[in-house]
Nanobody, 121 residues
Framework: QVELIESGGGMVQAGDSLRISCTSS????????MGWFRQAPGRGREFVAA????????VYTESVKGRFTISRDNAKKTVYLQMDSLKSEDTALYIC??????????????WGRGTQVTVSS
């Protein structure tokens, strides 16, 4: 059973920065694409960012381009999301996902439970 554990969420003010992390127990983490999603209250799950097994091929949803950066450390089996210039509309539960193949294809095999990020204006 693969577990993805997110951490680093919290309450910040608009304009602040925050880095969240997701650590995987998967034995094939270094061969899988990884992604971040978010879900705000009353809304569906939204794709935020993803990258390939080797840290390349970053993709972002339009609303976070230039503000968020996804990265990974395969030795630590961890993926990060650096969030800068946070806005109130970034408030959500942030959930990481592990892909089924090495490159981003929007196919996800495992999901975490999420870490809450709240941005006050």
């Amino acid at each position: 059973q693969v577990e993805l554990i997110e951490s680093g969420g919290g309450m910040v003010q608009a304009g602040d920065s925050l880095r969240i992390s997701c650590t995987s127990s998967s034995s094939v983490f270094s061969a899988a694409a990884m992604g971040w999603f978010r879900q705000a209250p009353g809304r569906g799950r939204e794709f935020v960012a993803a990258l390939n097994w080797n840290g390349g091929g970053e993709v972002y949803t339009e609303s976070v381009k230039g503000r968020f950066t996804i990265s990974r450390d395969n030795a630590k089996k961890t993926v990060y999301l650096q969030m800068d210039s946070l806005k109130s509309e970034d408030t959500a539960l942030y959930i990481c996902a592990e892909g089924t193949v090495p490159t981003f294809t929007n196919n996800w095999g495992h999901w975490g439970r999420g870490t809450q990020v709240t941005v006050s204006s």
